[in-house]
């Protein structure tokens, strides 16, 4: 089954494995005529990209995109845009004796058992390199929803025990962990390099908020918001849980408490995180992803071959002790295309609306610059 | 746009409002010359009721589920199951005020400003009463997992501030709480009498175990069986994170702890949740979901009015304190649809190897009766 | 796999069986608020319904469309339209011998092939009645498209030998056959009369015409118009052909006489059949379908049984001679869905370059009254 | 929106403008372990490719597909594969004065008025060269399906006003056009030389054949396998009808003569071209489809500008007198693609039901080498 595609009417399909000759994408269904900043494309892949600090991976990853179709005079036309990187400083060898071993924690003995044969190299297409397409195109989406007044912003908010107590999300690029609080950066930065130091990795939480998000998106009852959110963002690596708002904190909340009222201004307050019955509310999309430690860790462990034979393997290569912080323009970007389809899936039946029914208007906000749609009073 | 359809080779569309004529379900790609056991459907869809006990809402619902099409002498056709449970016992009047209103907790206001004109009368498409197909389907997942050896269990693991210390999966059924851990009944049902008598109501945690599951199903990078089920349980009213195996535990964990190891009998441990790179490891998966506490509760709330007016109002009604306890057959529905429909089609194209790779094989598991894939060694 | 669902943003999804309870549909993604004329509604499916004259089946049939849920005060709310028929005046006796037996002509065999298991009486699935749905959707969405000032018309065009000299639209509800030429409708009617005299059938073509489709609508390159167009009216039962514009006549033709010129009010002439590359070119949409004659007639034919043992078999039961009769609304239906369909798709992506891309705008159109988008010249 | 796109489990994305860098496609949902021939894949590049004779476009293009992931060791890994060609010996000047015109029979006009900004060189996507990416997928669905005993073959039927009067398939590729009739081929050639004398084009049929479909490919009602097919068909570029069977020929003729009657063996004839319901029959699938003339002609022609002022254009550049015969191996690929399709899908649900179901067997058919399903008798 094709399930390397993403998306309804803004979609993405990736290819390409992590040690193959490129990894890339396809973006079908971006509106015609965009202009597009192709230099702040590349300042998304460059945030993604490895070897930018000793907290990540040394691998050595040019990631400069290229784009093969769908632009014409750095504008769309509507028809598919194809984007790679070739794949270069690729240290195969580090992978050989994988080619019989399934590593714990990784994705070997699973892709071993679906597919039989496998690109063993690197983890292949389970390689978190194969989120190079997400960021283009995702970087893509980003620009399309700030013409609509949206903006889209993530940071770590734990490593492994350490919790950020605040939220300034403007430090967040000046701290190379990404944290969103900029006092709790040297104990996290402590503890990853504690887990380095004892051969071992840690894991983290990362949120990602969405400020600008009209009332009204999302396609209940399956096609909802928060169920696409959750599904893009679980199907990042690593991840094993996602929650919106007050999440699982909202288990031991009473609804008097939870129940967020309204104002003729919006919200009071935002535990349901930006939506409710899978309909955005107007108010931030707030989601919170948790990504496992980093697998590949240099300690000997337990495995099977692929003949079911007991054997021990230790991961050599680069990897990185705190996946969470590469993981951010990931997140963001998973955020970003959801978005950005869910718009234009709002737009397919909701504009056609505008011609037999004159209930809602377009209306400049004079705070954000942006067109809104409002209902009239 | 159509959100109201899940599943691609299995693929279930349900239909109706709360207080419409009737709610249902349109099944479609279920296998032909299946043989239906109609009483284990009525006892799922008993399961959901609401009005079982003092716990649960008192609206009595007849849930009777009558099958128009694709059965044919007690077998499927393989053409679309069509069914649906008349709305009958419907106080609507109990709504007439809200018309104008949007509950806080409910998604009256973003249903409003999606559409315009909703039916407002309890909840009408957001109202729980939509699970009524998603459980019909679910009852016919199960039972077409059953012939693949998976089966499937879910129960209550948190109510309120209660945790469950335990999983006694046999009791389940046994308390009206659906508690895994019978020892912490009593205090789960306290915490919900208390909430009811201060007007309020509870949340909680859902788990869900599928055992059996082969490995292998699940279809990378964005189809991952993983994200399939978290955007299945996501898109259940209420429901607010969704996490697997450790989940926002690992945020703390070390890898040389979260890698759970293989042994030649299968993994050692299951800290992935039986799922690795979003491909089933073989290992039981396991989902919690947290549910927030109802909305609907009678305590005058802050809102505006359809003219974004400042008004208050209270929920009357009936309704259920803590809603996590009829939510467990819904997960459990969500979790078999994914699943069965995960099966599906990894037979589509793992099938088609069968005929030019002889690398698997057929075998019968003498311990659960159930015929397995396997690798050759 | 599910086939029972057509359309991508205005998704329709058929269930039910010729002989089975009922027979009906669900209608997913139509826009919210909208208005619907339920007497609009029934009269189409009036006209497909058999028993209106001696040259079509005499089964009586109801007809009476139901609508279960997605209506509120007469409008639309957004949600899924579920309306179904049920089935009366059901002779399954008139089938009991065919439970063993594949009729020549019919979908028996296959539907044995696939399925192993079939509801055996009056064709299943395969039946005509199985359009009672399309034709109900297919009346919502011309509903719709004659809000965008696009009306759709069908008649037929020939009659076993006998061809439609000229196209007098005004005049096809006028006369029994659904001529498109009052002249031909005599030796149509020999023809036909003919046939049924001597146990046989006639096959026909029909013609359908979208007027007032603005350019643009079509998407590229597998998900053209014409090919959607292509699928839709191929999927009505006994159709062999399909063809736009010159069609096949376009092999024997020059490309200096095959291009249709431009002037700046419009193509000159629609050899191409109102799409280019797949897109409205604002020309009217012309296709033309072939219906093959009638499987079921009254003569032994040679054929084999479940058992494959050679057998002889006539078809009993009411029966149109020449179903192009009944085939007109159906296609009309089939067409108006597609149109709609791909309205609402090229909504989605071109209304969000309203945002950033002035070069196009909305106009009256004082002939027709519909708005229309126009490209700034 | 995202038409880009074509098929359900085995998933085709194809990319790339006439004259931008590069062509290409995405193929997803290959079953894995596939041992790939490299070289028959290159054949049925080079049989698409133009400048093979003095009866095509002169334009060269080397086609040298390269495949950049999705293999590893000449095997698939199930995972997407990516290949491309890049572009050489585009003459993009040859069209700079298209900027501003639109071409009567392009589709310049209206992928104007769908997208507003075009790359208008070479046709940009409406191009034939956007057929690189499907015969590259159909080669690869070419060597699926013979593992299952299906074979496709493809020939010209028609050119201009001469019609094969035969089907000799062994002699279509010793004939520079690729008709089926070795005997016509010299009228054919006249036809074509006359018209390119004239500076004009002509149109043609092409008839396609698969041999060895089992019976059950299909999914009713609205997946029809004719659907499927006509849509796949009608995707391609210029072609302007499609008919399978009897076809257009069906109008005129009896039911009594149409209906195909069955024996132990099989169908006994094939008016019904292979395929009843929409579901294989077991006999060949029999498609037809017309190609009209090429637009691109050197006469004068009048239309409009962008501004919608009159004006004339003639079409320089190299360009196929008949586009049919390069048109033969790309039909050849859309059958492969739907079938190979077709039959994943059906395996999908179908081999779930041998778990359950013991009616059906797989057996060796000694005659084709293949393996079949068959129903017990």
């Known amino acids: 089954m094709p399930g390397n595609t993403f998306g309804t009417v803004l979609r993405v399909t990736t290819f390409g494995e992590s040690h193959g000759r490129a990894v890339g994408v396809v973006v079908d269904g971006f509106p015609a005529d965009f202009p597009l900043d192709l230099a702040a494309i590349q300042h998304e892949m460059d945030r993604r990209r490895p070897g930018q600090s000793k907290l990540v991976t040394q691998r050595k990853e040019g990631d400069k ?145 969405a400020e600008g998000v009209p009332p009204g998106l999302g396609e209940p009852v399956f096609g909802k918001l928060d169920a696409e959110l959750a599904a893009a963002l679980m199907s990042i690596p690593a991840v094993k849980g996602v929650e919106f708002g007050a999440g699982f904190a909202a288990a031991a909340m009473r609804g008097s408490q939870m129940n967020d009222e309204l104002s003729p201004t919006g919200f009071v307050s935002n535990n349901h995180g930006g939506m409710l019955g899978g309909i955005s509310s107007g108010a931030p999309i707030v989601a919170r992803l948790v990504v496992k430690p980093t697998s590949s860790i240099p300690q000997d462990k337990n495995t099977i071959d692929v003949n079911f034979q007991p054997r021990t393997v230790a991961t050599r290569g680069r990897h990185d002790p705190c996946v969470a912080i590469r993981g951010v323009p990931i997140a963001e970007a998973m955020v970003a295309l959801v978005l950005a389809d869910s718009l234009l899936q709002d737009t397919a039946t909701r504009g056609a609306r505008e011609y037999f029914s004159p209930r809602e208007y377009l209306d400049y906000d004079s705070a954000t610059g942006a067109r809104r749609r409002r209902l009239r009073s």
């Open 65 to 209: 995109i290229e784009i093969f179709s769908g632009v014409f005079e750095d504008r769309t036309t509507g028809t598919p845009l194809m984007a790679m990187v070739s794949n270069t400083d690729m240290r195969s060898r580090d992978y050989d004796e994988l080619a019989q071993l399934f590593r714990p924690g990784h994705a070997d003995f699973t892709y071993f058992a679906k597919y039989g044969h496998r690109d063993h190299r690197g983890g292949g297409r389970a390689s978190v390199r194969e989120s190079v397409g997400r960021v283009f195109a995702g970087a893509l989406a980003k620009q399309l929803l700030a013409q609509f007044g949206i903006t889209i912003k993530g940071g770590v908010t734990q490593v492994g025990t350490v919790c950020a107590q605040t939220r300034l999300w403007d430090t967040v690029e000046d701290n190379e962990l990404r944290s969103v609080d900029p006092a709790s950066v040297a104990a996290m930065r402590a503890e990853i390099e504690q887990a380095r130091k004892e051969r071992d990795s840690v894991g983290g939480v990362i949120e990602v908020v």
